[in-house]
C-alpha cells in the first residue's frame, strides 16, 4: 500500500515536492492553508504531513498541534525562518524535523523515508492481545501493566 504524505505549503512551487515523492511511490495530497490542511488530514489520514510555518489561515505551528491532538504521524516543517528559537519552537510544538528554506528536495525524500521507517519501527514494537502487551523492542511481557519475567526460551514461544 503507498504511504500518503500531505504538503500543506501555500507556495506552489514549493508544492512541486510532489513531483519528487510521486516519483519515490508516494501519495501525495496537497492544501494551500492550514484550515485546508486539517480537513484533508481528518479525511485522508497521511502518513506523514510537510508543514509550511508561514500559511494562512492557520499557520504551521497551529497546524502541528492541531494534528497532535488527533495523531501521533511525522511531522517535517519547512521554513524561511531558520534561527534556534524558531525551530525550538516547532520541535517543541511537536514536529519530528524542521527544514530551512531553501532546500534540496531529494534531501526532503530521503527525510521523509527515514522519518516513516522510524515511525514503522516505533508502531510495531508492542503486541498487545486483550490485558497482555509483548514489547519485541524491550523484550518484556507485561499483564494489565505488571511485567512477567520470562525465561529466553519462554520468550522465542
Known sequence: MKETILIAEDDADIRDLRLYLESEGFSVIEACDGEEAMRKANSAAPDLAILDVMMPRMNGLELTKALRRVSAIPILILSARSTDNDKILGLNLGADDYIAKPFNPVEIVARV???LRRAARSSSDVITVRELSLDTAAFQLTK??????????EYKI
Open 144 to 153: 494489565s501493566g505488571v511485567p512477567i519475567p520470562l525465561t529466553p526460551m
Open 113 to 115: 523515508k527515514a522519518q
